[in-house]
């Protein structure tokens, strides 16, 4: 009589400390951008008038994304907000909401929307180009862990728990919401591959979400890039290589 060996058990990955503290250098990256030439349009290819709309991150709005609103303007392209005063809510509402907005910005313009968006905000904006990929024209992340939705720091991971238990007490028919056993459409779309060209940019020194949490997997059709740059994560929005990395995608 023979017996089967057991599986190895996953390796276990420890809880991510992420660096608060490293976060506040977004004021800095944010006088940098400032005072370079990228933000002033200097070496960076010029917009062809294309709609963009920017999503904001988790527990931020759209004004945490007016500095690369007004600059993209500046460039040449057309721009949208999302309509999201604070990223919060449960995400599949999220996620319809953004949808009516897309299909509205993109009926305005006459064509597919590129999708911007910041941490949790490029999650929404993924899930929104594998329901319409007709009205996206791309997907750009900031941030944004779409190969693992909650590997993020501690004091963040504490932060969705609010959120949670907010969630619980509007929606009690929705205890899994915010969480890895979510059976909304949402946790589906996050796991199906990018039907639109998809980049990704992560930051190497990123202190909320954990950077290899933003790499994503090329299916072999060429349509995603997964790009590192320094900074904090919050900084991701104003960041001067950032900007130029969307200005070349764009």
């Known amino acids: ?23 506040a250098r977004w004021q800095l990256e944010l006088a940098t ?5 990228v933000h002033r349009g200097v070496g960076v290819p010029r917009g062809d008038g294309a709609p963009v709309l920017l999503v904001p991150g988790f527990l931020a709005g759209d004004a945490s994304l ?9 460039l040449g392209y057309r721009t949208y907000r999302s309509g999201i005063a604070w990223n919060v809510d449960c995400s ?6 953004l949808d009516r907005r897309v299909a509205d910005v993109a009926e305005r313009a006459g064509g597919p929307v590129t999708l911007v968006g910041h941490s949790r905000g490029g999650l929404l904006a993924h899930a929104v180009a594998v329901r319409r990929p007709r009205r996206v024209r791309q997907v750009i992340t900031m941030g944004s862990p779409l190969s693992s939705p909650l590997d993020a720091s501690i ?16 929606r009690p028919a929705r205890p899994h919401c915010l969480t890895t056993d979510c059976p909304c459409a949402f946790s589906a779309d996050l796991r199906r591959v990018s039907p639109v060209p998809l980049t990704s ?3 190497s020194e990123d202190g909320i979400v ?28 104003v960041n001067a290589t950032v900007y130029r990395e969307i200005a070349a995608v764009l």
């Open 92 to 97: 599949e509402a999220a996620v319809r909401r």
């Open 1 to 23: 009589m023979t017996s089967e060996a057991a599986a190895p058990a996953a390796p276990l990955v420890p809880p991510f400390r992420g660096n608060v503290l490293g976060e």
């Open 155 to 170: 004091l963040t991971l504490a932060a969705v728990g609010w959120a949670r238990l907010g969630q619980n007490l509007l």
């Open 201 to 203: 940019i992560r930051t």
């Open 66 to 74: 007016a500095v690369m609103r007004g600059w993209l303007r500046r």
């Open 33 to 37: 951008l400032l005072a370079s030439g």
């Open 210 to 237: 954990r950077p290899e949490s933003c790499v994503v997997p090329d299916d072999g059709g060429g349509r995603v890039r997964n790009v590192v740059v320094r900074g904090s994560h919050l900084g991701l929005c």
